[in-house]
Each structure stands twice: as structure tokens, then as C-alpha cells.
């Protein structure tokens, strides 16, 4: 393992216990990074606005990234496709802190994703499960998150994938040593991985929740399910008063297991995304199965 | 048994309290609230994001209390994160949060994630060994204050300083399998 793998995936740690939000503009950023946000992920159109526009979504703009790269001192992320390897290397040319190789966006290649182990830059990518959770570190990521449903502001999606890995951690660790190259090819996952799960109880990178977070309790719910942190894309600055949910979900995130401080945390915050129900979307419209 | 506390808003804190407990005589506890910080014999400040350390200490009004118990004495070790909120200055910004030592120092330093590294230095201080130093995003010292000592130096910037009760370091040992600079910090400091 290279000490540049190691030192991206000690990044993911020190945003442990942090909300992550998404910003379009310098304005937002500011506000993220003045509410407490542990980085901010910078895109064109937040996925609540991807879904409702609809076209092929792109990495953003440079010029963009790089104004929000100026604006704030905390870690920035950005987007690349699915397999757009030369959007990657275009984000990491800017010199931004972390990549989502992501599913919110249109994907480039149905078959392969990024080989990330050829960067320097650290990635984060989306899973369903364990087997695709796998496969990404397997590629190179060094940090994990849930797929969920983006831009619904409905966390179902977010809870069934985090369940859904918890729930493959405990059946390999579980397992004896010989049923686990059963398990490998189960997973599709590397043998090494699923021995490393086996031997540790849990994924070898930190695991953020991610896809339809939209109040306080969702982070905390998030949390409570073994979530190292989380992602917040629409749900801030589509909801009625961004700045003050903006700081709600960040003290949520500190105090996830205390629900008398969850109570006040969550009072007064104005209205939350609208939201869709993850149900109400057709087939085609759902954006986790993106990804393999 | 002494109580060493990790502040928990955020951060490494899991790291700090896992090198702990392999400490004799050490009981790790995570520290969110005033109440918490009264009972401690000494407190990590972990790595993280200083920012948003800053801000939930605002917003669950810890910051007074926990600067009135490191001047009262309170045996304090700022890891990265930690060195910031600690610091009585910091370079182009002009939000203080705890400042109480007598230090200046540089936000992300040496610049974005693609240039975080790690190296190994013998600090005679701390150990005997030369130890691991992991550097993320790290900030470092550019001045120093009468009171305040620099500890380590890498590439003539000072990474590691001390003065009265208060410790801080860029580089965080809770991310090697080194124990060495922990077992300092309960030994010489709580």
C-alpha cells in the first residue's frame, strides 16, 4: 500500500463526525464553512435540480471550483463521471482536496470506473453494499459513502444501503476462513478486502451516508447506523432557511445519540426540501442503480 | 487511574481514544460538555477541522469554560486541528477560537491533500525511537511567543512546541502504530 493511499485515506478520518454540503457558488461556501461544515463539494446544480432539468450532468465548471477552492480554507471537493478518467484528471490538475467519482452525474463508461490507485488525489465513491463498496477501494478509493437516493430528500434509499452493508459486514465476519473465497466471488469483490473485513469488522476506509439527508434527524439517523459523518447535497440550500439548517445538521452530527439535544437542535428551522417520495420515481429515474 | 478526555465534536476522535486505552493507568473519555471537562485530568484536542471545532464550540457554549480550565492549568495536547484552536494567532484569519498559547501559526501550510506526506524524525524529547510523523493538510508554527518552546522542527518549520500545560503537534500520532508521543503526553504533561 503506498503512503499517498494511506495519507488520502487519512484525510476521510479527520472529517469523521463532520457534515459534508453541497455549494454552487462562492456565496453558499461561505455559508457551509461559516456553519461548520468539514468540506464543501462544489457542482454546478445540486442534484434536486439535475433530476428536475434532466440533460447529460457534467463535472463543473474549473473556473467555478476553483473561485470556491479560493473562498474557503476548508477541504473542497468536486464531481467527475462515472470512468471519466480525464475529468479526474482535470480535477486533480486544479489541486482540490477529494473526487467523488459519482452517480449524480451522467456516467461516462458502463463498465469500468476510474482506476483511481493511478491518481494521486484522493476519491470517494457511492455503494449500495458491501460487494460494490469493495470493488471501489478495490479500484483505489479511499473514502466510502451510500449511494442513496440524491435529491429526493427522502433517506429510505440511504437507510437500506447502509443496513444493507452493515448487514454483509457481520455475514463475513461471521463466515469461517475457508467459506470466505466463497464470499469473494459472491461479492465480486477482491479476496483480500473481504479478508480484511473479516479479520476487522469493517471497511478499511471511513464510511460517510449519503443520498436524500435532508434534516437533523436524518443525520442523526445516519449516524446511529454507523455512519462515519455525512454527505448533505439539496438539503441545505433548497430548503427555506439554509443557514440555519446548515448549523442544525452540524450539531446534530456532534450530538447523533443524545435526542433531548436533537429536540432543540431541531426546532425552528423553517421548511425542509420539498422532496420526492424514492417510490413515486420511475425505474429509469433512479440514480443508485448507476454504478457497478 | 488519571481520566484523559478527547474533545468530541468532531474529528479523529476514535483514533486518539483507541491509542489510549493501550495506556496503563490511562481512561480515555470523550468530552462534549462543560460537565465533561471538569472531571478530566488532561484533554486531547483532536485533528480534524478546526473550523468547524471552532463553531460547535461556540454553539454549545464550551468555548469560555474550556479556555478558563486550560488558564487554570488543565493539561492540553492540540493535534493539528487542535494546534489552531490553541493558538493566540493564526496567519491571515482573524478569528481566534481558545487562544491561549503563545504561538503563530499557518493554516494548511503546506498547501492541498496532494501535498500531505509523512516522514520519520527523532524527537529526543518524546522518545528515543525516531517516530512517524503524519502530516495532513497540517498547518506549522511561524512564530513564537516568549513563553512558548519550540519541541521538533521538520524542514526548519516548527511542528511540535510546548509551554506550561499546553502541547501541540501539526502531525498526528493517533495515525501511526506509534504509542511514544501519547505516553509522553500522560507521563510529562497529565
Known amino acids: 500500500m503506498s503512503d499517498r493511499y494511506t495519507l488520502n485515506k487519512n484525510l476521510a478520518q479527520m472529517l469523521k463526525g463532520g457534515v459534508i454540503m453541497d455549494v454552487t457558488n462562492v456565496e453558499q461556501a461561505k455559508i457551509a464553512e461559516d456553519a461548520g461544515a468539514v468540506a464543501v463539494m462544489a457542482l454546478e446544480r445540486v442534484p434536486a435540480d439535475i433530476r428536475k432539468e434532466g440533460g447529460v450532468a457534467r463535472m463543473s465548471d474549473p473556473k467555478m471550483i476553483r473561485e470556491i477552492k479560493e473562498a474557503v480554507s476548508i477541504p473542497v471537493m468536486a464531481k467527475a463521471r462515472i470512468g471519466h478518467f480525464v475529468e479526474a484528471q482535470i480535477l486533480q490538475a ?64 440511504a437507510v437500506r444501503h447502509m443496513r444493507t452493508m452493515q448487514q454483509d459486514i457481520r455475514r463475513v465476519q461471521a463466515a469461517s476462513q475457508p467459506e470466505l473465497m466463497h464470499l469473494a466471488k459472491e461479492y465480486a469483490a477482491p479476496f483480500d478486502l473481504i479478508q480484511y473485513v473479516h479479520d476487522n469488522g469493517k471497511l478499511p476506509v471511513v464510511n460517510f451516508a449519503a443520498g436524500g439527508v435532508a434534516t437533523p434527524a436524518d443525520a442523526a439517523l445516519m449516524l446511529q447506523l454507523g455512519s462515519d459523518g455525512v454527505f448533505v447535497g439539496s438539503g441545505i440550500f433548497k430548503s427555506g432557511d439554509p443557514k440555519k439548517r446548515a448549523k442544525a445538521i452540524v450539531e446534530a452530527a456532534t450530538f447523533y445519540d443524545d435526542p433531548e439535544k436533537l429536540a432543540v437542535i431541531s426546532e425552528d428551522l423553517g421548511e425542509a426540501m420539498v422532496g420526492i417520495n424514492c417510490d413515486a420515481l420511475p425505474e429509469e429515474e433512479h440514480l443508485d442503480k448507476r454504478g457497478w | 487511574m488519571k481520566k484523559i478526555g478527547i474533545l468530541g465534536m468532531q474529528g479523529a476522535i476514535e483514533e486518539h481514544r483507541e491509542k489510549l486505552r493501550k495506556l496503563a493507568g490511562i481512561e480515555p473519555v470523550i468530552v462534549k460538555t462543560k460537565e465533561k471537562i471538569a472531571e478530566v485530568d488532561g484533554l486531547i484536542l483532536p485533528g480534524g477541522e478546526s473550523t468547524a471545532m471552532g463553531r460547535l464550540l461556540n454553539y454549545f457554549n464550551l468555548t469560555e469554560p474550556l479556555k478558563q480550565s486550560i488558564e487554570a492549568g488543565l493539561p492540553v495536547w492540540g493535534t493539528c486541528a487542535g494546534m489552531i484552536l490553541l493558538a493566540k494567532n493564526i496567519e491571515d484569519q482573524d478569528e481566534r477560537y481558545l487562544s491561549t498559547m503563545d504561538i503563530t501559526v499557518k493554516r494548511n501550510a503546506y498547501g492541498s491533500q496532494l501535498d500531505s506526506f509523512s516522514c520519520e524524525k527523532e524527537i529526543p524529547e518524546i522518545s528515543k525511537d525516531p517516530l512517524p510523523l503524519v502530516f495532513i493538510r497540517a498547518p506549522y508554527i511561524t512564530e513564537l511567543g516568549q513563553k512558548a518552546q519550540a519541541v521538533a522542527t521538520v524542514d526548519g518549520n516548527i511542528v511540535c512546541a510546548k509551554q506550561d500545560n499546553m502541547l501541540v503537534s501539526s502531525f498526528h500520532p493517533e495515525l501511526t502504530d506509534d504509542a511514544g508521543f501519547h505516553e509522553y503526553f500522560a507521563e510529562k504533561f497529565v
Open chain 1, 94 to 157: 486544479i489541486g482540490i482536496d477529494y473526487i467523488d467519482e459519482s452517480e449524480v452525474l451522467t456516467p461516462a463508461d458502463y463498465e469500468n470506473h476510474i482506476d483511481k490507485s493511478s491518481f494521486d488525489i484522493p476519491f470517494v465513491c457511492g455503494a449500495r453494499n458491501l460487494g460494490e463498496a469493495l470493488r471501489r477501494i478495490g479500484e483505489g478509493a479511499s473514502m466510502i459513502r451510500t449511494k442513496g437516493e440524491a435529491g429526493t430528500g427522502d433517506v429510505s434509499q
